[in-house]
């Protein structure tokens, strides 16, 4: 082991600590997606990809963005989900459109919210798997 494995093992041994919520990542389905005209949302039913511990923060610089559907106002709100680096991949690759559903929390708000995916980055020397996703309510 270099150097580099053991400052790695500690790092994602600290990270995984950080991570007090259950979510499901269910990729997207087809048949799901955002209706324009009514300003809703509807997810399908993609399979689930993930289903474990994780970490649901909300990024700071987040602007809270209003955005018009149809006619109602959709404010959208970006958070950071953090699985531990060292979970099995997913049987195919989140993309964008799949959702997170924030199954279990300490903090009972988080609980019930669906999250959609906007992006995923990897890297071999990363803490953990990190996800970019909003909120769309």
Do not use: C
Not at 8 to 28: D, N, S
Not at 40 to 45: A, L, Q
Request: no cysteine; glycine share 10%; hydrophobic share 40%.
């Amino acid at each position: 082991m270099t150097e580099l494995d053991g400052l790695l093992a500690a790092g994602r041994a600290a990270a995984a600590e950080l991570m007090r919520e259950t979510v499901t990542i269910r990729a997207a389905a087809a048949e799901g997606g955002f209706d324009w005209e009514s300003g809703t949302e509807s997810p399908g039913t993609g399979a689930v990809l993930y289903t474990g511990q994780a970490r649901v923060k909300a990024v700071a610089r987040s602007r809270g963005e209003e955005v018009d559907a149809g006619e109602h106002n959709v404010t959208l709100r970006e958070y950071t989900i953090s699985v531990p680096w060292g979970s099995a991949a997913p049987p195919e690759r989140v993309v964008p459109g799949a959702t997170v559903d924030v199954d279990e929390s300490p903090d009972a708000r988080l609980v019930g919210l669906r999250l959609w995916v906007t992006g995923v980055e990897y890297g071999s020397t990363a803490t953990a798997w990190r996800i970019s996703a909003e909120d769309r309510s």
